[in-house]
């Protein structure tokens, strides 16, 4: 529990140094109280002290999203099976300062690369996924707004959401097209529901995609939740995820004003562009990977400390029932290669978003392959281990105050965003004769 020792003493404790590929330029960063600084370091063991302030810069985020995740362990089980919102745990995340973790420093940000990001999120999935979910979708939006908006628009969205510390909702579902663009004098004027708007209740900002049904095609822009005519409804009541906000927003003549259009209709993409359904991918592989590292480690924690082996297994302890042994070395081949390609990937993702404008299909298509790559395993990975644990615990493991089985569902539900055969087909096709992905915003 050494880091939440920082949460604990310094709630609102930012201290970054993560260096920034994308955007070279420095900042100064957001001044703290040193005299209150003096004290939360006074009272940290000594180890977690060496963590914050050493020359590892990269690593510091990880450890403040390690406190934050044992943070959010203390409450998951009975948040899970209460559902709905969870506004003070959101707090503990805005609080954090993990909300600017991707934005760079010339914005205000922290500036941290693509692996830190999905590690901070695969952190947090593995106690906590549906918050984890919000908490990397909220980087989603900030990604669109890099890859979508003009210099003038990420200046100021990403420098507000910095400075503000804004929590990012997303309302951009590209097969939900009944929420209509229509002009208007400056911009246009928005009608309609859009559905599974995850981290919509709560958010500061929302991400929206509309259709025009003049141009024959959509455009995405960006509003505040609480703009006149949006309403956000926390309807969202899936078996698993259950406190992702994940419900519909309702618009009833809202003004989108121009300045506010990120990608107009009929827009070219680029392959540039096209790297924001990557970066959801990647998201969602980590959550899949988180959630089964969390599932492997809660089994294994049980194992070895409370269950009792099995009568023929002639051994005194559970963990050392060599049958046992084996299942549990069979798990950690699906994780260990799922948590390869997820990192392979995040690692080509980063090379790509650092190219901007200059990147190629080919290099676009590449990363496409490893994020598909990284998902289909992490998808298999997290269904499998959440599933198989019980086996290797037995009957009192499913006690329903232990709360084991929302690994199992989380997992499941979130899974079913986008069919996973629809991966296998596009590395098949890949396989044969060399074909990247289309690019799509699932692909």
Request: charged share 20%; glycine share 8%; with cysteine.
């Amino acid at each position: 529990m050494l880091f939440l020792a920082v949460v604990s003493c310094c709630p609102f404790l930012t201290l970054f140094s993560a260096r920034s590929r994308r955007r070279p330029k420095t900042l100064q960063q957001n001044e703290v109280n040193n005299h209150f600084l003096q004290e939360c370091f006074q009272t940290m063991p000594t180890a977690l002290h060496s963590s914050i302030t050493g020359t590892g810069a990269s690593h510091e985020p990880l450890a403040v999203a390690t406190a934050l995740a044992q943070r959010l362990a203390v409450s998951a089980v009975a948040r899970d099976q209460a559902g709905g919102h969870a506004a003070r745990e959101r707090e503990w995340i805005r609080e954090s300062g993990l909300l600017g973790l991707s934005i760079p420093r010339e914005f205000g940000g922290l500036g941290a690369d693509w692996p830190t990001v999905f590690k901070a999120i695969r952190i947090l999935a593995r106690t906590d996924s549906a918050l984890a979910h919000l908490f990397g979708f909220h980087h989603l939006q900030l990604a669109g707004i890099m890859l979508y908006g003009s210099d003038l628009q990420q200046r100021r969205l990403l420098s507000d959401t910095a400075r503000q510390n804004l929590f990012w909702g997303n309302a951009l579902n590209p097969l939900d097209l009944r929420t209509v663009a229509s002009a208007a004098a400056d911009g246009y004027t928005l009608d309609g529901v859009k559905s599974f708007s995850s981290g919509s209740v709560g958010s500061d900002w929302l991400t929206v995609s509309a259709w025009d049904p003049v141009a024959g095609d959509a455009l995405i822009g960006v509003l505040p939740t609480a703009q006149a005519g949006v309403r956000v409804e926390a309807d969202w009541d899936a078996f698993g995820q259950r406190q992702t906000d994940s419900g519909n927003v309702y618009f009833e003549q809202v003004a989108l004003p121009a300045h506010l259009v990120l990608q107009a209709p009929r827009q070219a993409a680029t392959p540039q562009t096209t790297l924001r359904s990557q970066i959801a991918q990647l998201i969602m592989a980590n959550l899949y990977l988180g959630i089964g590292q969390g599932a492997f480690e809660t089994a294994r924690r049980y194992t070895c400390e409370q269950s009792r082996p099995w009568f023929a297994a002639g051994v005194a302890r559970a963990s050392d029932d060599p049958l046992l042994q084996h299942r549990y070395g069979q798990l950690r081949l699906m994780l260990r290669p799922a948590e390869l390609l997820a990192e392979h990937a995040a690692a080509e993702l980063e090379q790509a978003f650092a190219q901007g404008p200059h990147l190629t299909a080919e290099g676009r298509g590449t990363v496409a392959v490893a994020v598909a790559e990284a998902k289909v395993l992490a998808h298999r990975a997290g269904l499998e281990v959440s599933s198989q644990m019980f086996e290797l615990t037995g009957a009192r493991s499913t006690s329903g105050s232990l709360g084991y089985d929302r690994f199992w569902r989380n997992v499941r539900v979130h899974t079913l965003h986008d069919p996973v055969d629809y991966k296998l087909r596009d590395l098949g096709r890949h396989a044969l004769d060399g074909r990247f992905p289309e690019p799509s915003a699932y692909s």
